[in-house]
């Protein structure tokens, strides 16, 4: 008998897929990756599920590749030879959501947009919201402690999650952290398996922090800018004026005429960068009217404050239809550099030079109000792996954020994608005690394997 065999007799009918078709529709994330040739799919709904998984995996030494929605943009969830998939998009409850505390307990496969939504109808919201909000899961979000468009106000996933219950490598369940506002009891369990790109152990539920939503629509603007470093100098500027923005956007030229190419915007000759800011205090519209004038100040072309709701949900809504436009373009290697605030300009110059110098179209979008970029390098669709000037440019830009005080990652993560430069920013003494960590929740090495350390 082969051992998926056992796997298929362990776990309820048709909770396990072999055919080669549906496995590779599990197979892939967002990237250009090419899996490899897995063994199967396990279609959790359960903890349980989980569990005889993860205890079936150990015992006769299989990898596990855990996903979500399969929308993560740096190969976390891509599966290799001899892996199975353990999926957890059909574990969509929201167990609890307590209004009096300000928590939900929710299942890993549940949508993100959906939470918030559950939330708002109690006066409530849950802040992160990656672009992909409405396609991807609270598990994923987790698994890559993924930003947003709110996070430079509220925080990224990790600033929202109170506790977890994970399953491990050997089928142990472990719970984390606590349903209370403060806590520090042990080590930050909790904080460690958020962004650890499910190499740790399998994320079956969390408690997450909710926050009252705003009384009314926020405030929104729009700026247009002749040269992108202009754009960059007004975000720094407003920051430094205590501003305290909840949403805080960066289009660059080439995305601007990607969405334009797509939905016809009207996008200008003249515009290199677009701005788009949001503040939701109650005095909002005040605290617009100042980031206006500060864009103004700082060599904005033209400045639109919106004048409904309807008009500032267009507003953001170009925002997220930037990957989408890029895609149109060809296969994109995403990247996500974060880097101080104030050294913004001097990023976005040097991601402009690096797409110069090495002949390579870059589309840049950013969470600018703190510091992360997303360089969207482009190239042939079809094409398996970039072309060296595609890496060479990246690399170039990794390197500088890193100069700059910076990160290679502000929210995708490491998966396969960023292996190659990680030990330039952790060195070798973190590495190695990372790997001593990886070590104790996952003697076999089992769990997705090859991704992020």
Same mark, same amino acid.
């Given at each position: 008998? %082969? ?14 897929? @072999? ?28 903890? /349980?599920?989980?569990? @005889? ?14 996903? $979500? ?12 030879? &001899? ?31 959906? =939470? /918030? ?26 698994? @890559? ?12 996933? #990790?600033?929202?999650?109170?506790? =977890? ?12 952290? %606590? ?29 997450? %922090?909710? #926050?009252? !939503? ?8 729009? *700026? ?25 956007? =960066? ?16 996008? +200008? ?19 617009? +009217? ?33 990957? &989408?436009?890029?895609?149109?373009? $060809? ?17 976005? @110059? ?31 669709? &079809?094409?398996?792996?970039?072309? !060296? ?10 390197? #500088? ?28 003494? *973190? ?20 991704? *992020?350390?």
């Amino acid at each position: 008998m %082969r051992p998926i065999d056992a796997l298929v007799n362990a776990l309820p009918e048709a909770r396990v897929v @072999t055919d080669p078709d549906v496995i590779d529709s599990y197979a892939r994330d967002r990237t250009f990756l090419a899996p490899g040739k897995p063994l199967g799919v396990v279609l959790a709904t359960t903890r /349980d599920d989980v569990v @005889t998984t993860l205890k079936w995996a150990s015992e006769h030494r299989v990898p596990v590749v855990p996903r $979500g929605g399969g929308t993560g943009l740096a190969g976390a969830s891509v599966a290799g030879d &001899g892996t199975i998939i353990l999926s957890l998009a059909r574990m969509t409850a929201i167990r609890e959501l307590s209004p009096a505390d300000e928590i939900a307990v929710v299942e890993p496969g549940v949508i993100t947009a959906d =939470l /918030d939504r559950a939330a708002r109808e109690h006066g409530l919201m849950y802040a992160p919201d990656p672009s992909s909000y409405e396609i991807s899961t609270i598990g994923g979000n987790l698994a @890559t402690n993924a930003g947003g468009l709110r996070c430079v106000k509220y925080g990224v996933t #990790r600033d929202s999650a109170l506790g =977890l219950e994970v399953v491990l490598a050997d089928g142990r369940v472990l719970n984390t952290g %606590r349903r209370t506002m403060k806590g520090v009891t042990g080590y930050d369990l909790t904080g460690l398996f958020v962004g650890s790109e499910g190499t740790l152990g399998v994320i079956t539920a969390a408690t997450v %922090r909710l #926050r009252r !939503a705003p009384a009314a629509p926020p405030a929104t603007f729009a *700026a247009e800018f002749g040269s992108l470093r202009d754009a960059g100098a007004a975000v720094s500027a407003i920051m430094a004026a205590g501003c305290q923005p909840s949403l805080m956007e =960066l289009l660059d030229r080439a995305t601007l005429q990607a969405i334009d190419d797509w939905r016809n915007i009207g996008l +200008e000759a003249s515009t290199q960068a677009m701005l788009i800011g949001q503040s939701d205090v109650p005095d909002g519209q005040a605290v617009v +009217e100042r980031m206006e004038r500060i864009c103004t100040e700082n060599g904005a072309s033209f400045v639109a404050v919106s004048s409904s709701p309807a008009e500032a949900d267009e507003l953001v809504g170009l925002r997220r239809l930037a990957y &989408g436009a890029k895609e149109r373009l $060809g296969a994109c290697l995403v990247e996500d550099v974060c880097v101080p605030r104030s050294v913004l300009p001097d990023m976005i @110059t040097a991601i402009e030079e690096a797409g110069v110098r090495h002949g390579v179209r870059i589309a840049t979008v950013a969470h600018a109000g703190d510091g992360n970029l997303h360089p969207v390098f482009i190239f042939e669709h &079809g094409t398996l792996e970039p072309p !060296a000037e595609v890496w060479a440019a990246a690399d170039e830009v990794f390197r #500088r954020a890193l100069e700059f005080g910076g990160t290679l990652t502000g929210e995708h993560g490491v998966g396969l994608l960023k292996r190659r430069w990680l030990e330039l920013e952790s060195g070798p003494v *973190a590495a190695e005690l990372q790997r001593g960590i990886k070590a104790v929740f996952d003697p076999l090495g089992i769990l997705n394997p090859g991704k *992020a350390i």
